[in-house]
């Protein structure tokens, strides 16, 4: 089943690449805001940025090099707990073997990769 999925999804994450350079290309070469127009309407404040020459640009773009930053500013700690809900057993482990010192082997340059 995974094996079938992976050409679908390899489809899919190239036309998403393709989907999103467009819009990163556009908002890079967005002209800068140099001032804003505030707008009093009868439905409130209305703020409009413009270019250097006056003329109204579109909204703001985030900066596509930022964007992963924002994660960050999303991401929220787990909710915390004054004391643990219910009941607490101890877990007793077995003893686990010590090996002995002359079993391991140092690693040579010629060996083949360890795989761990």
Do not use: N, W, Y
């Amino acid at each position: 089943m995974t094996r079938a999925c992976r050409p679908l999804i390899a489809v899919v994450l190239a036309l998403l690449l393709v989907l999103t350079a467009q819009a990163m290309a556009v908002a890079r070469g967005m002209p800068g805001v140099a001032g804003a127009v505030v707008l009093c309407t009868g439905t409130g404040p209305v703020t409009v940025l413009t270019d250097a020459e006056g003329q109204p640009v579109g909204p703001a773009h985030i900066c596509p090099d930022c964007t992963l930053s924002l994660i960050v500013a999303l991401a929220q700690a787990g909710p915390v707990t004054a004391h643990p809900m219910g009941r607490s057993v101890a877990v007793a482990l077995p003893a686990v073997a010590r090996l002995a010192a002359r079993d391991i082997q140092p690693f040579s340059a010629r060996d083949p990769p360890a795989v761990v």
